[in-house]
């Protein structure tokens, strides 16, 4: 594909295991979109075919239209008549709808990069932060985690675990005990007797329906903000790629409490839809910073749009 625009690029082992992951996605609404190209002409049941297919794979009636607007103009500017001649564009379009996302806080040079973890019941909260503390290993950096998720004991016993196994440090208290009083002491260890480059802060696999809950978050914001400076770097939601639109509501309810800079998708590798991707970026302005790709330590990558539109076709 030759792209219009230059695009910051994951590396090469990220680019490919997002591929392999999407192998259930390509068998599923995304292969019959690449025969519909395949074809069709560029008439209206093209174009209704189109829309039914998107809408089916998660994309969302909104971002479904927002993205066939854009389509059908480089169409029209560039002459296509056929189906077939217009497959690039369309993949190219969808690739321009993802964008680039702004620079990550855990690329840039600080004493401590603070990084705090939000997401519901059984989204692979914990898990995703096993594997981004493991991936931030690889690259040399020191991390510690902080279980302020403190509702619940195997909480707190799971994180525990994880931090064993890729031999990352975890500060914990009883359970029950305030979270906040987790994220304080967690801080101050950060900074001095353990002098890690990142903190990573989970928290409670609260429902977004749960008022009192998403205070309570606020409230862990305010002491990081407190504690370290510009603190939480990086808010990053986590979502179930198999959970399609209701994804996108959870999605609208976490950035109303906080302010989310980026999701993290678990599960890439179990849909067969995946589309929520699009309405994600187009609808919340959120970027997708990092995808599950497996149930390894290591099936974890930077998310990557080009490899990830190439990923549902090819």
Sequence with gaps: MVLSRIFKRASQEDQQKIERSLERTRRGVFGQLASLFQSSELDEEFWDDLEALLIQSDVGVATTEHL????????????????????????????NLLGDA???ALDQPRLLTVVLV????????????????????????????????????AAIDQLREWGKRINVEVIAHQPG????????DA?????????????????????????????????IRHI??????????????????????????????????????GVILTKLDGTAKGGVVFAIQNELGVPVRWVGTGEQITDFAEFDPVAFVEGLFE
């Excluded at 519901?120 to 995703?128: E, R």
């Excluded at 101050?188 to 205070?215: C, F, P, W």
């Design 68 to 95: 066939l607007n854009r389509f059908r103009q480089r169409v029209k500017e560039v002459g296509i008549k056929r189906a077939d001649e217009a497959y690039e564009i369309f993949k190219e379009e969808m690739i």
């Design 102 to 104: 702004p620079p990550a």
């Design 118 to 153: 939000v997401g519901v019941n059984g989204s692979g909260k914990t898990t995703s932060i096993a594997k981004l503390a493991y991936h931030l290993k690889q690259q040399g950096k020191k991390v510690l985690l902080a279980a302020a998720d403190t509702y619940r004991a």
């Design 177 to 184: 005990s305030d979270p906040g009083a987790v994220v304080y």
């Design 187 to 219: 801080i101050r260890a950060a900074q001095e007797s353990r002098k890690a480059d990142v903190l990573i802060i989970d928290t409670a696999g609260r429902l977004h329906t749960k008022y009192n809950l998403m205070k309570e978050l606020t409230k």
């Design 224 to 261: 990081c903000a407190r504690q370290v400076h510009k603190a939480p770097h990086e808010t990053y939601l986590v979502l179930d790629a198999t959970t399609g639109q209701n994804a996108l509501i959870q999605a609208q309810k976490f950035k109303e409490a906080v302010d989310i800079t």
